[in-house]
Nanobody, 125 residues
Framework: QVQLVESGGGLVQAGGSLRLSCAASGRTISSYAMGWFRQAPGKEREFVAA????????SYADSVKGRFTISRDNAKNKVYLQMNSLKPEDTAVYYCAAYTRSGTSWTSPNLYNYWGQGTQVTVSS
């Protein structure tokens, strides 16, 4: 089993930055792709970004491309999401998730096996 705990959320003004962290425990995530998703009130959970186990490949939603950066530190069993130029529409609960399958269908939340509890990000205008 993998336990994931997100941190780093908060309230920020539009144009500001936040760095989310996801700490894994229970077992190493070094062989798993990892993803970030978000869910705003009344909306479905949506893909934000994903990174391969080796960091050699990343994927981003069009809405965050160029503003968000996903990274990982396998030695620390952590994944990060650097969010710059934040917009009010980025307001959501952000979740990290572990993708334990082979392949790269990273955008589908149904294919992730482990999830954190989420961290709230609120961007004021």
């Amino acid at each position: 089993q993998v336990q994931l705990v997100e941190s780093g959320g908060g309230l920020v003004q539009a144009g500001g930055s936040l760095r989310l962290s996801c700490a894994a425990s229970g077992r190493t995530i070094s062989s798993y792709a990892m993803g970030w998703f978000r869910q705003a009130p009344g909306k479905e959970r949506e893909f934000v970004a994903a990174i391969s186990w080796s960091s050699s490949s990343t994927s981003y939603a069009d809405s965050v491309k160029g503003r968000f950066t996903i990274s990982r530190d396998n030695a620390k069993n952590k994944v990060y999401l650097q969010m710059n130029s934040l917009k009010p529409e980025d307001t959501a609960v952000y979740y990290c998730a572990a993708y334990t399958r082979s392949g790269t269908s990273w955008t589908s939340p149904n294919l992730y096996n482990y999830w954190g509890q989420g961290t709230q990000v609120t961007v004021s205008s």
